[in-house]
């Protein structure tokens, strides 16, 4: 696992965007892959606000990302195994911060809506497969603080929540060597019925 950058990260009050700008920003965003995309950072929670990029890493199973928080959240939920952010909305409410502040392990460019990646659909990330997980990702008190309230509102508002702007969940089907640029394919998706 190669390390690129780790450090203890102080969000800046000052480049918090207000709820106007992130849903005027919303609409620019560029339209995602729907069955292809790529990782564009790997991050490891080494301890709240510690968190590290890392050029590869193996993720597992039982590890998640090698030496992650998640480890050391007892009983380890596999349901909230690996967080996940869209790269573009991670830039807009990061607003010139470094990527690795929102403490999702997996930055990606790919569409992670619900209605594009519904619960269960599985991926090949890297020479990993990952599911995604029923449980919902939603903005804490951790990324208020480092964000802003209305960070907050904006990904967790009710008109564009199936969007998973805050993020979703994937759990580790098969273990497997992941990169940063390392290739992401929709494999298999379930069908949604009665919606």
Not at 91 to 108: A, F, K, R
Not at 111 to 117: K, M, T, V
Request: proline letters at 7%; glycine letters at 8%.
């Amino acid at each position: 696992m190669d390390q690129i950058q780790s450090k203890n990260i102080e969000p800046q009050a000052t480049v918090h965007r207000s709820l106007a700008e992130l849903e005027a920003a919303l609409n620019d965003l560029p339209v995602q892959g729907k069955d292809a995309g790529r990782v564009a950072m790997i991050v490891r929670r080494n301890a709240p606000g510690m968190h590290e990029a890392l050029s590869t890493a193996h993720i597992s199973a039982e590890e998640g990302v090698p030496g992650d928080e998640w480890n050391r959240r007892l009983p380890k939920n596999p349901e909230a195994q690996l967080t996940v952010m869209q790269r573009d909305v991670a830039e807009l409410v990061s607003n010139g911060q470094p990527l690795t502040l929102p403490g999702d392990n997996l930055i990606v460019d790919l569409d992670i809506s619900a209605s594009n990646l519904p619960i269960g659909t599985r991926l090949r990330v890297g020479e990993a497969v990952v599911e995604v997980s029923p449980k919902p990702h939603n903005g804490c008190s951790k990324f208020a603080g480092r964000f802003g309230q209305d960070a907050v509102r904006f990904v967790n508002a009710p008109a564009t929540r199936d969007r998973n702007l805050r993020g979703i969940y994937w759990k580790v089907i098969q273990d497997g060597k992941v990169e940063a640029g390392s290739a992401i394919q929709v494999i298999f998706r379930p069908k949604v019925t009665g919606l």
